[in-house]
């Protein structure tokens, strides 16, 4: 059964800083994706990782996939406030089309 | 394309009611995916289809929910009888093959939030 792990489930961090949250899944997977959400809303797709080696970037955040460590990182560059959401990562199952879904990791960036 | 259209937006019923969540997917998307989101389970995948036809249910928690996909642009998810512990927000998403081989993710719907009192 595929497991997927996201640390920290809760970070506080400093307007300005940098961090990385990180997405660790339990069996053969070639395709990541990391979701935003914000309060009350649904998901929002940010970066969709197909193969090993992968890095997306989009604004102040930084998306990679290393499928040898079943492991991906979300970078955050400089945070900002807007930044403030719930950011999940999901990986397909190895041979068919469904999502599981890492627990999400609660991001407050303070100014 | 106005994305994945879910209904009711909010939904509050009593113990026992019979409930009915809709779903319209993408347009020409031949995956549809029901989930649950709580605090304490965090997102559920509930159930799939491809092509309308039930490919894996082994997510609903038990007989009381029931989901069906008619055709290919509208599904729903009914619970019969409701309990407290269905209150959820309940997200219907949908999937293009041949997009996602190209990198497009799967798109998910607004949500329904459920409240059972």
């Known amino acids: 059964e595929l497991k997927v792990e996201q640390n920290p489930l809760f970070l506080s961090m400093q307007e300005g800083k940098n961090y990385t949250i990180y997405c660790n899944y339990s069996?053969?997977?070639?395709?990541l994706y990391w979701y935003r959400q914000d309060p009350g809303k649904s998901l929002e797709s940010l970066f969709v990782?197909?193969?090993?080696?992968a890095v997306k970037q989009e604004g102040r955040l930084m998306a990679s996939l290393d499928t040898k460590a079943r492991l991906s990182t979300l970078h955050i560059t400089a945070a900002v406030h807007d930044l403030s959401a719930t950011y999940f990562c999901?990986?397909?199952?190895?041979?068919?089309?469904?999502?599981?879904f890492g627990a999400g990791t609660i991001l407050r960036v303070k100014s | 394309d106005a994305g994945v259209i879910q209904s009711p937006r909010h939904e509050v019923t009593e113990m026992g009611q019979e409930v009915t969540l809709r779903c319209k997917p993408i347009?020409?998307?031949?995956?549809l995916f029901w989930y649950r989101q709580t605090m304490m389970r965090g997102l559920e995948l509930l159930i799939y289809?491809?092509?309308?036809?039930?490919?894996?249910d082994s997510g609903m928690p038990e007989d009381r929910f029931s989901a069906k996909m008619p055709n290919a642009s509208f599904s729903t998810l009914k619970i019969q009888p409701s309990e407290p512990r269905d209150s959820a927000v309940y997200f219907c998403?949908?999937?293009?093959?041949?997009?996602?081989?190209?990198?497009?993710?799967?798109?998910f719907g607004s949500g329904t939030r459920l409240t059972v009192v």
């Open positions: 347009s020409g998307h031949d995956y």
């Open positions: 990782l197909l193969s090993n080696g």
């Open positions: 998403a949908s999937l293009s093959l041949r997009d996602k081989g190209r990198g497009v993710g799967y798109t």
């Open positions: 069996t053969t997977s070639d395709r």
């Open positions: 289809f491809n092509n309308n036809v039930p490919i894996d």
């Open positions: 999901a990986v397909d199952i190895w041979d068919g089309n469904k999502l599981v």
